[in-house]
């Protein structure tokens, strides 16, 4: 029997079996359609089954299943990471491959440390931010915030440095973002002046920080950090799995706050949630660090299906789609219609969502502690509607080309929900 | 750009641009052929593009690109659960899905920690072997040995105790295999007795130690490593990535061996090569410790494109394939014939290959000092067979229906490379 991730496995529902699924719909063995809000874990960017992805990885699949990625390449291996390069705008100069976000992430870690190393410099200290999540495995979660999540791992992280999160719906040092000059930094900067020679990274996840409750935090705080690092050689490293590919209303969100990061990890929307893939994407500042013939400068990570064809492919035409059929425009559209719903239903239930919040296509809120969100979830799906809480904090992620319709149905059976609980 | 894994970035030779594959045979932008003599990595167990795996990801894309597997599920996700346990031969419960080697490794190290965490049981202590190889992951990489691949990162590695590697052709203790009593696991049998409430796991590559030079060692070996473990109450983990589907003459290497593994990590042969996927594989004993609907029970881990149906749906043809063009009788004759090539070679050059040694699909030596392996590699390459030392071992792991004739062109271009050595 399969494991199934995050999922208590004494009493678990049985999970729903999906068939097939087409645009922003999924359908069970019955055939009964739901309307998957979340993108299925933040992936189908396109909607599920976008023909061009799919046609690609059939065309691609039919030449060649997968190549050792030392001494040997494919062709779309190549032509992905000068896609890549083209569509971050050149600010990045090569790409290392892998297969999750999590290792996307180990791997911005190793090269952001290494790059010291094979300088002869040795700074030990990253980084990271109180609500941030990066991923599972050891080493990405050592550079998450303490949840849940990674609770019984903590004595395998190893050692980094912790500053509260920004969040400007919820301030940890209780401004208002209007008026407030990033006060919610003053400790990380005073920090970094006084142990810059030892840090080597700050990481964290741009503009929003996802699967610890969709917190959002304004453009300038990103810039403020970003300078930080330019004055004292420290590697930002920008966690883009979640926020890569339009999230945030642009091609990335290091572009929609006007910051330049050295390294960005892509997972999830890559492939427009077809095939596992992950990329690194390195400036040549950090990269030539390791152009060297010494064997000590190399770096020696690899996964081995890194690079394959077919997963390269999908991507190759994910990005190829999101150009073609102007998906920054969609983004736009659908911010609006989110602003537009999620402030009719706050006006509506203003004791039942708190903090409601719309960045690019993501619309969050917190349900008041008065409702449990497992319930909520529960409600909506037998509306058909496809949403995961984490924690309290409820969110729409849904593909970009999600139909007025199905977001009107996905706020109406919200509405719904609403209004029964405060009729009980 | 591409980064290339592994690969000195100054300097290097363009790679090969690999255009199409078919069984055992790579092809180049000029159409010409290669003997993939290491399966792209230890991964083309079929050879590459096996019609019916190609076909099963083909069928399958065009339903379902992907759905997240909590709270729903897919079919190719439930079937190739259900295959790999009735594969295994019961003796494990429930598959957790990943997308590499790295990734399946950490999960069983967590899942290993966690299930002694869930009973209220404090054990710290992992014991690792020196000459191991476990993938890039920081989680992965502190279970490893120290090497070039990871001494840069040996800061960031959790604790671990490491003992001497079995090896039967450079026995760590001295002795000859024939008439050892697996002298080599004194210590480490010491240890365990004197410190065994404090070790939740041993991690080990089953009889063939891979990536640090494909180090043979003897069953009995892994037989006193599982009875340690059954006595004291430690989780036997075995990293069967290399070795699971066949490598070692048996369908996994712990059958070979017969031992009872707790956990075991799979991914490279798992999808043929086709697709990323890895597994791992938990028993009932350790899932019953997770079997709870206490959250803090639950195993956090989880990767967004974990059960991806198109991967799912190669995995599950490979092992269909597997079974029905009888693998196992491929790799007999295939390990007899490596057999009778690298006696003849030995017996023609006794001074250039040492410990020549062949276990299952696996032949490998080592190349003696006076020889470069990586002049020898080039050399081969200019032959058009491809492999990749590791270090100054020299090995070859084919896909398991590599033709006769191939294998003779194989050895015969050693052969050559070697003789004109002599002859300079």
Known sequence: MIWYPYTPQKGYKEPILIKRATREFLYDENDIEYIDAVSSWWISIHGHNHPEIIKSVKQEIEKLDQVLLAGFTNTKALELAEKLIEFSENNFHTVF??????????IAIKIAYQ????????????????????????????VGGNSKFNLP??????????????????????????????????????????????????????????ANGMKIYKKDVLKKIDSLCKKFDIIFILDEVFTGFGRTGSK???????????????????????????????????????????????????????????ACSAALASIEVFEKENRIEDIKILEFYLKKYIKQLYEKYPNLILSPRVLGAVCAFELSDSFNPGEFKNHLLEKKIIIRPLGNTIYIAPPYIISNDSLIKIFHSIDIVLNDFTLL
Request: with cysteine.
């Open 97 to 106: 491959y892998s297969d999750n976000g999590s290792c996307a992430v180990e």
């Open 115 to 142: 790059s010291f190393y094979n300088k002869n410099i040795k700074k030990n200290i990253i980084i990271k931010f109180s609500e941030s999540y990066h991923g599972d495995t050891i080493g990405a979660m050592s």
């Open 153 to 210: 791992f903590k004595d395998f992280f190893f050692p980094s440095k912790e500053f509260l999160s920004p969040d400007c719906y919820n301030c940890p040092v209780g401004k208002k973002k209007e008026r407030c000059k990033e006060e919610c930094l003053e400790k990380l900067e005073n920090y970094v002046i006084n142990n810059h020679s030892e840090i080597f990274a700050i990481i964290m996840e741009p503009l929003i920080q996802g």
């Open 252 to 310: 990335f969100a290091f572009m929609e706050a006007d910051v330049k990061p050295d390294i960005i990890a892509l997972a999830k929307g890559l492939s427009g949630g077809v095939l596992p893939i992950a990329a690194t994407l390195i400036n040549k500042k950090i990269y030539d660090n390791f152009f060297s013939e010494r064997i000590e400068d190399t770096f020696f990570h690899g996964h081995t299906m890194t690079g394959n064809p077919s």
